[in-house]
């Protein structure tokens, strides 16, 4: 149990031995009962609603065994973070602040960034036409994402093909940008395109014409901002463990009120995770109309959509897979967690800091 949801509202947790123990009203017997118990080596993360109490006790216990807890409201934003005291990486942040303000690195950083998440970006898209039969003279799975195939923008011409092709173009003016900025916009450009394919793939009955975030106008952009959230802030608290500054960034600014690193870390993971897993929630009926409601001028899920986004949020995290890249079995949890430890190791070798690519 790698992380423990707690989304009941109005239940307590207390501290028993070396577990917790979570306590909720029984309607019918008019009395509080033990709904659950979590032995604290077993967990990684707590996430709890804001109307879940926390005794004195239970949090002192989970923050001294080196985990962090995470607080959303009712409506499922995100309020913050209670992460454990560490502070024995001065140095390296100080490297990070120099290394954050040296023009070459952050340009070979974004860069990396960028190229794999229009990688990632173009593999989703292959694999969901591949599915349907739409792509003919595919290059090798695993091919290097840096090299487009010769024969791909003459053999595709129209829809998923077209998409691509052009997307394989796209790595060549990656290599050769001159500075963040042309970078940032082949990032967006590309990630216009690629959503307009991959929107293609949803049911009718869940249109996606554009990215929409605050706040989001249908129930695939709340999908989407929901599990960014999500995936944002374990970044957020994977650079705080390893001992990074996690609002200085080099593809997203460094700015007041944000994450920037968090957000650098996280753009190769999009794709993969966020907007696959927003497909599936709807192509196989998990989520529907039902599990929406709306809200400040938005759409966002209700009570009962976040418990099943979170089932299925947690388990995509959680499998198990084998990967070309890093040549063992391992998870996307724990891949994100590897962003943290080779950006930290690159502030020394800018070499050894390889953003995730998926198969």
């Avoid at 979570?22 to 993360?45: H, S, T």
Wanted: glycine residues 6%; aromatic residues 10%; charged residues 20%.
């Amino acid at each position: 149990m790698p992380t423990a949801i707690i989304n009941q509202p109005n239940v307590r947790v207390h501290l028993a031995g070396e577990r917790l123990e979570v306590y909720g009203r029984n309607e019918e017997r008019g009395r509080d009962e033990l709904i659950r118990q979590i032995p604290l080596r077993d967990l990684d993360r707590l996430v709890v609603s804001e109307s879940v109490h926390l005794t004195a006790p239970a949090m002192a216990a989970i923050l001294g065994a080196g985990l962090p807890i995470q607080f959303f409201s009712w409506s499922g934003r995100f309020l913050g973070n209670f992460l454990p005291a560490q502070n024995h990486h001065g140095l390296a942040r100080l490297r990070q602040y120099q290394r954050t303000l040296d023009a070459a690195f952050a340009l070979e950083t974004a860069g990396r960034i960028v190229t794999a998440k229009v990688y990632n970006q173009r593999r989703v898209l292959q694999r969901l036409a591949a599915g349907r039969g739409e792509l003919t003279n595919q290059p090798a799975s695993g091919a290097n994402p840096e090299v487009a195939s010769a024969n791909d923008a003459t053999t595709r011409q129209t829809g998923i093909p077209a998409t691509l092709a052009w997307l394989d173009a796209l790595f060549a003016s990656l290599r050769t940008s001159k500075n963040i900025d042309e970078l940032r916009g082949y990032e967006g450009t590309s990630t216009a395109r690629y959503f307009q394919a991959w929107a293609g793939f949803l049911p009718p009955e869940f249109p996606f014409e554009r990215r929409s975030t605050r706040p989001p106008l249908n129930p695939v952009n709340a999908c989407i901002s929901f599990g960014s959230t999500l995936l944002y802030n374990e970044a957020v608290a994977f650079a705080h463990a390893h001992g990074l500054d996690p609002a200085l960034g080099t593809l997203h600014s460094t700015e007041d009120g944000r994450w920037s690193l968090a957000l650098d870390l996280i753009e190769p993971f999009r794709p993969v995770l966020v907007e696959a897993l927003a497909l599936d929630l709807f192509s196989h009926q998990i989520l529907n109309a039902k599990h929406f409601e709306p809200r400040n001028g938005g759409v966002y899920l209700n009570e009962e959509g976040r418990k099943k986004f979170f089932l299925q949020y947690e388990r995509r995290m959680e499998r198990q897979f084998l990967s070309e890249s890093v040549g063992h079995r391992t998870t996307l949890r724990q891949q994100l967690e590897n962003q943290a430890v080779m950006f930290k190791a690159a502030l020394e070798h800018p070499e050894r800091f390889e953003p995730f690519l998926i198969n």
